[in-house]
């Protein structure tokens, strides 16, 4: 999963940082800066796309997160009385005794 975002994220920021670094060595240089319009709306767009699916993708690890932590707590909780959960075994009756028996 990790290598997707990273992925992802490069291959989305990629467009705007190369200009980035090719104008910067360009003004080094003395040479004209690359700034073709469609080619500057394409990285930004690029760099929206890659802001949306940042959101999208912290939404679904919350949710994620949450259901994760839900079925943990749920785990921990004290069972009602007359309501045992799955894992528990069924516990014989114990008999009570109402008057010791005398050893003899």
Excluded: Q
Excluded at 29 to 38: E, G, H, K
Aim: aromatic share 14%; hydrophobic share 50%; net charge positive.
């Amino acid at each position: 999963m990790l290598s997707v975002v990273v992925a992802v994220f490069a291959v989305l920021w990629l467009p705007y940082r190369g200009m980035l670094v090719y104008n910067s060595f360009a003004t080094m240089f003395n040479r004209p800066p690359f700034m073709d319009l469609w080619f500057l709306m394409f990285a930004k767009t690029c760099v929206y796309i890659n802001r949306l699916y940042g959101a999208g993708k912290r939404k679904v690890e919350v949710i994620w997160v949450h259901r994760s932590l839900r079925g943990s707590i749920n785990d921990l909780r004290i069972p009602k009385l007359g309501s045992a959960p799955m894992w528990h075994h069924k516990l014989t009756p114990v008999k009570s005794v109402t008057s010791p028996t005398p050893h003899i």
